[in-house]
């Protein structure tokens, strides 16, 4: 089945450290890949998709078609990007979404 | 504020039952997308309606039904509930449900089978 997986349920990191969040794929053509987040108490957002190719707030997603995979970075992590992110993947007009990961940015 | 509206935000009912969530989505947006989030199996897209038509279909169980009326909200008819339909439901709504396109997030209604 096609589908996307975020191996990692909870990534706990210090303020200032590199996050990366996992995402892979399975899916032979070309993907249409989001990131979506979730703050505590907010609704679930847009974070960046991957035909964009832009940073917002820091982070960076590259799409890697070799490794099937999408993954989440940013270099310096700061506490207000504590949150659930959810990597996502778009096709037949279905938004399909990975487990998600909850990362806390420990001060 | 994404602009997408349900209600209610809490719901809680009795095994067998029957309930309707609503969703109200941004003003323009076309597409109405509903999603179920629950502890064991993350967020799985159940259904997507666009300007009143059924356009794409997923793990959505034979009990439950959705509509999306003329005026573009749309309704989420769950029945004979089961304890396993515990879970938060969101609605989202796009501009033209094309795959591409942001998709805003409601806040979610959370339903509890007891």
Known sequence: AQRVTQPEKLLSVFKGAPVELKCNYSYSGSPELFWYVQYSRQRLQLLLRHISRESIKGFTADLNKGETSFHLKKPFAQEEDSAMYYCAWAAGNKLTFGGGTRVLVKP | ?114
């Not at chain 2, 994404?2 to 309930?19: D, E, N, Y």
């Open chain 2, 1 to 114: 504020d994404s602009g997408v509206t349900q209600t209610p935000k809490h719901l809680i009912t009795a095994t067998g039952q029957r309930v309707t969530l609503r969703c109200s989505p941004r003003s323009g947006d076309l597409s109405v997308y509903w999603y179920q989030q629950s502890l064991d199996q993350g967020l799985q897209f159940l259904i997507q309606y666009y300007n009143g038509e059924e356009r794409a279909k997923g793990n959505i169980l034979e009990r439950f039904s959705a509509q999306q009326f003329p005026d573009l909200h749309s309704e989420l008819n769950l029945s004979s509930l089961e304890l396993g339909d515990s879970a938060l439901y969101f609605c989202a709504s796009s501009v033209d449900g094309a795959v591409d396109t942001e998709a805003f997030f409601g806040q979610g209604t959370r339903l509890t089978v007891v």
